[in-house]
C-alpha cells in the first residue's frame, strides 16, 4: 500500500482534491481510468495494467507519478522481456490514468502531459495470428451433433463466428430481431462492435439455415439468439456468455483435431477465407468492422502469402 498523505503525493495528485484515505485514493483514480473505457474486454485487460503499476510505485519510498517514474517503469518491463504488445497495453492504461485524473483536477496538466508523451515499444514485424483453411473450417462446422438441441446451437454458433466474422461479444449479445431482410437477402444488422463502430454483416445462406434450424427446434423467437441448454436437453432463458463461446469453441476444436483455438480465430478465418474466395479488401473491412484498411490487412497477412511463399522455389533439397 502506498503510504500516503492526505493527498497522496507519491501519486503527484494535486492537494486537497483527493480523498483522504489511501484505499479511497487508489479507487478513485483507478475507477476515473476505468470508468472511460467502453470495451469490457479492455477494461479487465486496463484494470490489471493499474494494480500492477501501482503496487510497483507502492514499492518505491518517494516515486512520484510522473514522466520519468513512467519511462522507469516502461524500462523494468521490457527489462523483463515482456511483449511489446503487453507493455504497450499497459502503458495505454497508465497514459489514461493520467489523462482522467487530470480532467478531474486531480493531477497537474503539465505533469500529465508529460506522462501522455511517454512513447510505447515498437514492435518489429507483423503477427499473423492463428487461422483455418478452408478444409479445417469445415470439417469444424460439421462436429457438432445435429441431431440435439445442444449440437443445433453449437453449430449455428460456429457458423456465425466463421461465416459472419462475429467478435464473441457480438454473438452473445445477437438478438433475434437483428436478423433482418436488407436488398433481398439476410443480414445482421445494425451490430455494436469495437470503439462504438455499427455495421451490418451479410448472413451467407448456409449460416442462415443452421440459424434457422436452432431458432426453430429452441423454439426461440425473440431476445438472444443464442442461449444456454440443460443437461436434460432444456432451452433457458438467459444468453450464452463470452466465457461459454470461448467453451464451445475449444471443445469442437479438441474434438476435431485442431488443436488450441479461440473464437477470435475463426473470425480470422472468416476474413482470410473471404479474401481467398476472391473478396475485396475493402469490403472484408466493411464486414469485420475494422476502422482503417491496415487493421484487415493485418487479419489477412495481406503482405506476405504463406500458401506460396518465395522460399518454398529455391529449387534446392
Known amino acids: 500500500m502506498l503510504p500516503m498523505g492526505s493527498y497522496a503525493p507519491e501519486l503527484g495528485l494535486m492537494p486537497g482534491t483527493a480523498p483522504a484515505?489511501?484505499?479511497?485514493?487508489?479507487?478513485?483514480?483507478k475507477a476515473l481510468a476505468l470508468s472511460a473505457v467502453s470495451s469490457p474486454h479492455s477494461r479487465r485487460a486496463y484494470g490489471k495494467a493499474l494494480d500492477d503499476f501501482l503496487s510497483w510505485l507502492a514499492k518505491r519510498p518517494g516515486a512520484v507519478f510522473q514522466r520519468a517514474v513512467v519511462q522507469e517503469y516502461r524500462a523494468a518491463m521490457?527489462?523483463?522481456g515482456w511483449a511489446a504488445s503487453t507493455i504497450n497495453v499497459r502503458?495505454?492504461?497508465?497514459?489514461?490514468?493520467?489523462?482522467?485524473?487530470?480532467?478531474?483536477?486531480l493531477l497537474a496538466p503539465e505533469v500529465a502531459a508529460g506522462i501522455l508523451r511517454v512513447k510505447g515499444v515498437r514492435q518489429s514485424g507483423v503477427r499473423v495470428g492463428n487461422w483455418l483453411s478452408r478444409e479445417e473450417a469445415q470439417r469444424l462446422l460439421a462436429q457438432p451433433d445435429r441431431t440435439t438441441l445442444?449440437?443445433?446451437?453449437?453449430?449455428?454458433?460456429?457458423?456465425?463466428?466463421?461465416?459472419?466474422?462475429?467478435?464473441?461479444?457480438?454473438?452473445a449479445r445477437l438478438t433475434v430481431d437483428r436478423l433482418q431482410r436488407r436488398e433481398g437477402r439476410w443480414v445482421i444488422a445494425d451490430i455494436t462492435g469495437k470503439g462504438g463502430r455499427v455495421r451490418t454483416a451479410p448472413v451467407p445462406?448456409?449460416?442462415?439455415q443452421a440459424l434457422a434450424e436452432w431458432l426453430e427446434a429452441a423454439g426461440v423467437e425473440s431476445g438472444p439468439v443464442l442461449r444456454a441448454v440443460s443437461k436434460g436437453g432444456r432451452v433457458r432463458r438467459q444468453g450464452l456468455s463470452e466465457k461459454a463461446i470461448w467453451w464451445v469453441v475449444e471443445e469442437h476444436a479438441r474434438a476435431a483435431g485442431l488443436g488450441k483455438l479461440a473464437p477470435h480465430d475463426l473470425r480470422r478465418t472468416c476474413a482470410k477465407l473471404c479474401r481467398a474466395a476472391g473478396g475485396e479488401l475493402e469490403q472484408i473491412q466493411f464486414l469485420l468492422?475494422?476502422?482503417?484498411?491496415?487493421?484487415?490487412?493485418?487479419?489477412l497477412g495481406a503482405r506476405q502469402n504463406l500458401a506460396d511463399a518465395p522460399n518454398d522455389h529455391l529449387g534446392l533439397g
Open 150 to 171: 445442444k449440437g443445433k446451437r453449437d453449430r449455428a454458433l460456429l457458423a456465425l463466428l466463421v461465416g459472419c466474422g462475429l467478435r464473441r461479444a457480438e454473438a
Open 21 to 29: 484515505s489511501p484505499e479511497a485514493v487508489l479507487a478513485a483514480v
Open 289 to 299: 468492422g475494422h476502422a482503417s484498411i491496415q487493421t484487415t490487412e493485418r487479419y
Open 78 to 80: 521490457e527489462a523483463r
Open 205 to 208: 445462406a448456409w449460416v442462415y
Open 91 to 105: 502503458l495505454a492504461a497508465i497514459r489514461k490514468l493520467a489523462a482522467e485524473a487530470a480532467e478531474n483536477g
